[in-house]
């Protein structure tokens, strides 16, 4: 019981993780974006990159990484994103657009790396990081990286929450979800907002992938579409651009999948994601931890 | 010429059943409706004619069962689904889509399981399936004519200002749903008759992303588009296996250039520029 409760607070981790930079990006910009897993996955390749040839601790790596998938999400807005919002007419033209396009940058991040690897799983070097067991006291075990990821889960989120919340730019950020064109007459840059939004969105893709791909012991280009549909999931559940929400959603969906595979139907464990995402769209389309009432319908 | 058709004929009837598919997408987004289910009723409609199939079922009894049911179910689940907008809609259909497969995936001999069910007999020559095709094509390409197509038209760009000249929003979302699925249905059953197996797999997240490219790329405004973005999608890479390993990446260039360059789709540009060579013409 205690080591399921200790698996699913780690599991829900991994999604959370996940989850943030999506749900931050979907809110801010109206992008749904389905490329966030391959920049996830980019995250993963370069980690095992740099820690294969530039052998330093994770506490070097970590950073380079994190700092290279921001700059390539920051070079996809500038490409790509930026003119499909200004070309849009409407909200939910640019919204597809933007769905088509960012399927399209997915393809060719996947299959360069994919080449790049000739289609095999690597791994990121022990030097970078080696995972250990730890034991407490006989009563759970968990590895000192799920343990991190934890902590740096919880502190993310309460982090970016408070940001959000009451700092200049996250007021400034909600309200250019809203209304990009009041917000500009009331001196707010709302491209640089953007590009700010689509950077930090992309250095937590590419934390997510550096802390998974040691966590999961493998890289390989594909790692990203099974996380992409869960964390479609928790966003659902915990409201689109509630922070809280996406914490919440994760733990819940991972303690859901675990409590499910311990006791229940194992088989149907994957089917969990979706079912929730029907039931909360039907039953409460605003997601638990609504923002703005009037979104959805 | 005969030779070019043998020698090709298993993509030529991909990119028909690809037609249908795109089409059933195509329909429900010229309304502003983003519903994605078509690909789950692909899925439910393959494995349904294959069963019926494997119970010596005609394929003649089996596509208008499997229309009408898909349709039927398409209407009853756009009435719980019609209050969600945008990508919140785009995100139940999607996880109906993805459901469907894990269910399939344990349902033991019925559906084959993982595997799927395979040695399906094959049930419909080329011939008819053109003749589908062309009728289900037909069919949609009236609806965007005269009242119905302006109807849907103003439903997508101003739901309020629609309801406010009378056109009856919630049917018109219902009819769309249930016209989508059925024609979703309809693909998927031609699938199931055309390439002797179906499978858990081929309905997931790969065919959601191609099956929503084949609508937005051609153009989604009118069935033009749809079936020459389904032309596009099959055939493309095709042209590109010459590149190799890089052949993905590069559809992925063409498909982010098409989006940036021809907002409107492909078709939707042409249209636009189309007019004004007529103009200098005229004036010439």
Not at chain 1, 64 to 86: C, E, G, K
Not at chain 2, 27 to 47: E, K, M, P
Not at chain 2, 219 to 242: C, F, N, Q
Request: glycine share 10%; with cysteine.
């Amino acid at each position: 019981m205690l080591q399921a409760i200790a698996d699913s607070l780690s599991l829900g981790s991994v999604y959370v993780l996940f989850a943030l930079g999506l749900s931050l990006s979907w809110s801010v910009l109206n992008l749904l974006n389905l490329a966030y897993g391959a920049q996830f996955m980019l995250g993963a390749y370069f980690a095992y990159l740099v820690g294969t040839h530039w052998h330093h601790s994770l506490l070097l790596v970590l950073p380079v990484v994190v700092v290279i998938v921001a700059a390539t999400s920051v070079l996809a807005d500038n490409l790509v994103f930026r003119h499909l919002r200004r070309q849009a007419g409407t909200p939910v033209e640019s919204e597809l657009s933007m769905l088509v396009a960012s399927i399209g940058l997915a393809a060719v991040a996947v299959t360069l790396v994919q080449h790049a690897t000739a289609g095999e799983s690597e791994f990121v070097p022990q030097t970078v990081f080696k995972v250990r067991t730890l034991h407490f006291g006989g009563l759970f075990r968990m590895t000192n990286m799920q343990l991190i990821m934890l902590i740096v889960t919880v502190v993310l989120t309460v982090v970016l929450a408070v940001v959000v919340k009451w700092s200049r730019f996250g007021r400034a950020m909600r309200g250019v979800a809203v209304d990009p064109a009041t917000c500009e007459l009331l001196g707010v840059n709302s491209n640089r907002l953007f590009s700010t939004t689509i950077a930090i969105s992309g250095a937590m893709a590419g934390l997510a992938g550096v802390l998974l791909a040691i966590h999961l012991s493998t890289v390989d280009a594909n790692m990203g579409d099974p996380l992409l549909t869960k964390a479609f999931a928790i966003i659902i559940i915990g409201g689109v651009g509630s922070i809280a929400g996406a914490a919440v959603g994760g733990y819940l969906l991972a303690f859901a999948e675990t409590f499910t595979v311990v006791y229940g139907p194992a088989n149907y464990k994957d089917a969990i994601a979706f079912i929730i995402i029907l039931i909360v769209l039907l039953v409460r389309p605003t997601g638990l931890f609504a923002r703005k009432r009037w979104e959805r319908s | 010429m005969t030779h070019y058709f043998h020698e090709n004929l298993g993509l030529i009837q991909q990119t028909l059943v690809y037609m249908i598919l795109a089409i059933s997408l195509q329909v429900v987004l010229r309304c502003g409706v983003v519903s994605l289910a078509s690909i789950g009723f692909y899925t439910l409609g393959s494995y349904t004619a294959a069963i019926l199939l494997k119970h010596g079922w005609p394929a003649a009894l089996i596509i208008p069962v499997v229309v009408l049911a898909a349709g039927l179910v398409g209407y009853a689940f756009g009435r719980p689904l019609a209050r969600l907008r945008g990508l919140y809609l785009a995100m139940a259909t999607l996880a109906f889509d993805l459901v469907i497969p894990i269910l399939l995936i344990n349902g033991g001999n019925f559906t084959g399981g993982a595997l799927g069910l395979y040695a399906i007999p094959v049930s419909v020559d080329t011939w008819a399936l053109v003749g589908i095709v062309i009728v289900a094509v037909y069919a949609v390409s009236q609806l965007e004519r005269g009242w119905m197509g302006r109807a849907s038209l103003a439903l997508r760009s101003d739901e309020n200002l629609a309801r406010s000249m009378g056109v009856r929003v919630t049917r018109e979302r219902y009819l769309a749903f249930a016209i989508s699925a059925a024609l979703g249905g309809l693909a998927g059953s031609l699938s199931a008759m055309l390439f002797h197996a179906v499978s858990p797999s081929s309905g997931g997240f790969g065919l959601v992303t191609l099956g929503l490219t084949m609508a937005i790329i051609g153009g989604r405004d009118s069935w033009i588009g749809a079936v020459v973005g389904a032309y596009i999608v099959t055939w493309v890479p095709e042209w590109l296996r010459s590149i190799g390993p890089y052949r993905n990446a590069v559809f992925g260039v063409v498909l982010v250039l098409v989006i940036l360059f021809f907002p409107d789709g492909l078709l939707g540009s042409v249209r636009k520029i189309a007019p004004m060579f007529r103009r200098k013409a005229a004036s010439a």
